[in-house]
DNA sequence: TGTACATCAGTGAACGCGCGTTCACTGATGTAC
DNA sequence: TGTACATCAGTGAACGCGCGTTCACTGATGTAC
């Protein structure tokens, strides 16, 4: 028998395994066997931590939510100023994607509507809370100078906030060929060239 | 029973319909029951046009396919200079999403990796043959001087093709709510500031 | 420190629903004469 | 113009696979005394 865990433990590791698979495949291919399978347990055994497969989404959203946002914080935190914020923020979106943690591909997989209604709502709700908080930089920005005062803080937000998915398109499309740092560098430039005060 | 139609008609009815449902609900949620009853038949009769789901997948993305590329042709054909053929490009993708054809919500969707691996791919392909044909309007632009010399071509049409995918997302999260044209216009406004020289 | 007991995470077999798919049959449509 | 026949799109019942879920059972772990 596999080492038995605390549930509280065991649902951590559960839902950490299932944003790897996620990223992977989305949640049409995501599947209670696999994931059992990934934290050495039987498929049984899930529920044991979780009340079903939904219930196991919902709890892995929470997770996601967490990370997203506290990019946007540490970001926040570690620039000396809104712009700079924004420019780190891209860089470890970037870096996340690079790494596996398809962030936008996590987003839309989820979001597709289904019979449980309960789940597309909360992914639409962590993208518009996220939208918030990239605005609420820009704005800041505005406040210091460093930003154009003319220009619509939510616009930006969402063309910030798009910048960074069809890279994670392109780096599933073509792998380690595709350079998405440098992808994200040139985006960047673009970016702020668009929004920042000359 | 239902009136009789040759096959050549019944499946072009048949992928239209599926573009529909894949819009509403992505291919997870996408099957044969409910494309069936969408144009008035049986399920069973589906396999008289398809060789089965994945099938109907495959020439759904065709069509989705000379759509998308014929916007791109048609925003060329009707613009007097690159820059406008840009501009009419966004506005009518946003127009087409306000319609009901969520076109980044397609591509997301259809792209999650399955069994199939022919699908995914497919749906790469688009969007790389998408992201090239901007490029070159974006490389055209550079040619007529419109657009900065200096600014990486790839990156601008990467941008591009991002900026129109979150208003999908918020699109359906806000539905009416959200004005996609004049967020189209919004950010139409950052991109222009951008990339155009001066 | 050791023993008895309760709790609870993990197991594997089995179930059953949803859904894609098959197949024999029907009857409408178009063609040959 | 009418009749006979061939073709083929549409039907509905049934099948079966995949997969989420249940359940009785096991045995490890932690606690009470």
Redesign the interface.
């Known amino acids: 028998m596999t080492q038995k865990m605390n549930t509280e433990a065991r649902r951590e590791q559960i839902t950490g395994a299932a944003l790897v698979l996620l990223a992977?495949?989305?949640?049409?291919?995501f599947n209670i066997a696999d994931l059992a399978e990934s934290v050495g347990l039987v498929p049984s055994a899930i529920y044991r931590h979780f009340e079903g497969r939904e219930d196991v989404l919902d709890a892995t959203l929470d997770v996601f939510r967490d990370r997203v946002y506290g990019l946007v914080e540490a970001a926040r935190n570690e620039a000396e100023d809104p712009l700079q914020a924004l420019e780190l923020l891209l860089t470890r979106h970037a870096r996340l994607i690079e790494s596996g943690g398809a962030v936008?591909?996590i987003?839309?997989?989820m979001?597709?509507?289904?019979r449980h209604a309960a789940r597309?709502?909360k992914t639409?709700?962590i993208?518009?809370g996220y939208?918030a908080r990239v605005e609420r930089l820009v704005r800041d920005g505005q406040e210091s100078g460093q930003v154009r005062s003319d220009?619509?803080s939510?616009?930006?937000a969402?063309?910030f906030?798009?910048?960074?998915?069809?890279?994670a398109?392109?780096r599933?499309?073509?792998g380690e060929r595709f350079d998405i740092m440098a992808?994200a560098a040139?985006?960047w430039?673009?970016?702020r060239?668009?929004?920042a005060r000359d």
């Open positions: 992977e495949r989305g949640s049409e291919g936008p591909h987003m839309a997989s979001s597709a509507p289904d597309p709502a639409q709700k993208f518009t939208v220009i619509d939510t616009s930006a969402l063309l906030a798009g910048m960074i998915q069809p890279a398109l392109l599933h499309a073509e992808h040139g985006v430039e673009l970016f060239r668009a929004v």
